[in-house]
């Protein structure tokens, strides 16, 4: 009888140890996708930051600031969206600017987007659009960290690229 509940007691003590070496395991390798699924992730905003960096601004515009962000940004679903943007000061006609950036486009950051991303603008104290989610990132000045003060005669814009919808995987930030 002695043998039989040092056997149960042995058997038992072996099934916690299991039981915790599994548990650990799978938290180890849900850490582990989570944080390879927010490398690549934060890897493809920065290629998308890399092809945004080329594009050639018109002359007379002065770049005031850059922000770029991952995440979901909009709408209430699990998703990744990309953003990248360039607060700019202009001397130009709006006309210009538009004609000037025309139908420019960049790589995409995620193949889920297809090959190329439009480059948008939008310039303060217009509507937004829809399909924009500048509007609830960055919509004034103030925003980007500017004092618009020393800029009364200039016209701002943004020039910015962005795409919405990819999978969020296990990143954090897309949830």
């Known amino acids: 009888m002695k043998k039989l509940v040092t056997t149960i007691i042995w058997l038992m003590n072996r099934i916690a140890t299991v039981t915790v070496w599994l548990m650990v395991s799978y938290f180890v390798l849900l850490a582990f996708g989570v944080i390879v699924n927010m490398f690549l992730n934060t890897l493809s905003l920065r290629t998308f930051e890399r092809n945004f960096a080329?594009?050639?601004?018109?002359?007379?515009?002065?770049?005031?600031?850059?922000?770029?962000?991952?995440?979901?940004?909009?709408?209430?679903s699990n998703h990744c969206d990309y953003f990248i943007g360039n607060l700019r000061s202009a001397n130009l006609p709006k006309d210009?600017?538009?004609?000037?950036?025309?139908?420019?486009?960049?790589?995409?950051?995620?193949?889920?987007?297809?090959?190329?991303?439009?480059?948008?603008?939008?310039?303060f104290g217009e509507q937004m659009t829809e399909e924009s989610s500048v509007d609830t990132l960055f919509n004034s000045p103030a925003?980007?960290?500017?004092?618009?003060?020393?800029?009364?005669?200039?016209?701002?814009?943004?020039?910015?690229?962005?795409?919405?919808?990819?999978?969020?995987?296990?990143?954090?930030?897309?949830?």
């Open 54 to 76: 080329v594009i050639e601004h018109p002359a007379l515009t002065t770049s005031l600031a850059m922000f770029s962000k991952i995440g979901q940004l909009g709408g209430n």
């Open 96 to 123: 210009t600017i538009l004609a000037h950036y025309g139908d420019r486009s960049i790589p995409s950051p995620d193949p889920h987007f297809g090959d190329t991303t439009k480059i948008r603008l939008w310039f």
């Open 143 to 175: 925003h980007w960290g500017i004092d618009v003060a020393g800029y009364e005669k200039e016209l701002f814009y943004v020039a910015y690229a962005q795409e919405s919808g990819a999978p969020a995987g296990g990143d954090v930030r897309c949830h």
